[in-house]
């Protein structure tokens, strides 16, 4: 059994439970926090079945938007573990649209959770890691947010938001002896989906079809971020299209811009086909 600490933040579903279940099966102590305490005791009994030891599972209700709550597993950390060795902030929601159909409420609920959670999750526990003259920080964000997709300006501007934040903090805190990665997967198989978040039903549709047509599991994903952590890496590309794409991006500017702009057509046609199929079963109801 190993001593190392971990939290984790949207934890009792996707993503999240993946990573909890695979620290878990390796001997950590693992902190899982959510936003329902019925849907986290449904995660540890998963993971425990799983083969994770219950007594190194705890939980923790948390709302990445409070800083009390953030306070409170702050305070439980010291209390019970007496420091901490990881934290993964992983909490996140979906919104997406076209720009001009994208309300200015959808995009303060997506900064609030998808930012400015990551924020306020650093903020409070770097000092900790400062105290301890350790730590690693692990932000979870998208491939959206080096590449920029249409129809996701709110989705792609928050993971940008925190690609950019853990640049700084990279080169901000390595002095203090705290590391810092930054996640940035494609489309899998995730709940992300059940919480996107759009006014353009057509938007809807077509992002579904790109998660549910996914066929790497949640639990693939984090496997490799757990491996990418555990070197030390800093941008974590989890899958090969987002490596390649990336590569493309950075090395070959006009050949990037093209292949965006023929996907975008594509897309767009999509989400036009979308609506006429949308209006044909409206009609025939």
Partial sequence: MTEQRILITGAASGLGLALATRYARDGWRVLLTDLDQDALDRAVAGITAAGGAADRLSTLVLDVRSDDDWGAAEAWVRRTWGGLDVLVNNAGVATGGRFEHLPVEDWDWILQINLMGVVRGCRTFVPLFREQGSGHLVNIASAAGLLNPPVMASYNVVKAGVVSLSETLRSELEPAGITTSVVCPTFFRTGLAGSFRTPDEAVRRTMEKLVTQSSVPADVIAGRIQDAVAKGRFLILTDREGVV?????????????????????????????????AAAERTAV
Avoid: H, M, T
């Fill in 245 to 277: 794409a990336y590569a493309v991006k950075r090395f070959v500017p006009p050949l990037f811009r093209r292949e965006a702009r023929k996907g975008a057509i594509r897309l767009l046609n999509s989400i036009a086909r979308s609506e006429r199929e």
